[in-house]
């Protein structure tokens, strides 16, 4: 981000923040990406305004102040877009595969690579599938037998590949529940669960 679309990113929201009276009209996914820029703008309490109005339509499905970005993005003084650390990516795949786990039950463990890049989803009889991002950004599921049946009908979105299976399309704006969620229906169908 450079120094021009913070101060663009900050007009917008000065804007906004205060017109509250416009959330009840907009649908929970138009109000989340608008809480999204004011949590990148570091104006968290705006963001409990417009939920608190919104929630006065009625369909609101919730909404969470916190969850949107703690820290305002910082822009070095060479315009150069430089996150405080920890606020660019909200989880890493470590936190994917844990969760992965979590979703399939009773019995799977998971085994974590270094700086959280990876890790093995491990089933209660051993097969290890392997998560991780690939050089072209895909998240891949790494199949215990790489020979995965041209046949098997896996999970609309998922295709397979060399080593596994992936999500076409998938980004961490999906989100870490989203992920793990698919990722767990994925890894049911290859083991025939």
Do not use: Q
Not at 72 to 82: D, K, L, N, R, T
Not at 87 to 111: I, N, Q, Y
């Amino acid at each position: 981000m450079t120094s021009s679309h913070a101060v663009a990113l900050n007009d917008f929201v000065a804007v906004w923040s205060s017109s509250t009276s416009v959330a009840p009209a907009l649908s929970c996914a138009e109000l989340d990406a608008l809480l999204a820029l004011f949590g990148a703008a570091g104006r968290r309490e705006a963001a409990a305004a417009w939920i608190g109005a919104h929630a006065e339509s009625g369909d609101c499905e919730g909404h969470d102040a916190p969850a949107t970005p703690a820290l305002a993005p910082a822009v070095h003084a060479s315009g150069v877009y430089c996150p405080p650390p920890g606020t660019e990516f909200p989880f890493s795949v470590s936190d994917v595969v844990r969760a992965v786990a979590r979703l399939l039950g009773k019995g799977w463990t998971v085994d974590t690579g270094s700086w959280g890049l990876d890790g093995n989803v491990v089933s209660p009889c051993g097969a290890v599938f392997k998560i991780y991002v690939d050089h072209e950004g895909d998240l891949i599921a790494e199949c215990p037998s790489h020979d995965i049946p041209e046949d098997l009908d896996l999970p609309d979105g998922f295709l397979g590949c060399d080593d596994g299976i992936y999500l076409e399309l998938a980004t961490y704006s999906d989100g870490l529940d989203y992920l793990a969620g698919r990722y767990a229906d994925a890894i049911r169908a290859v083991i025939g669960d």
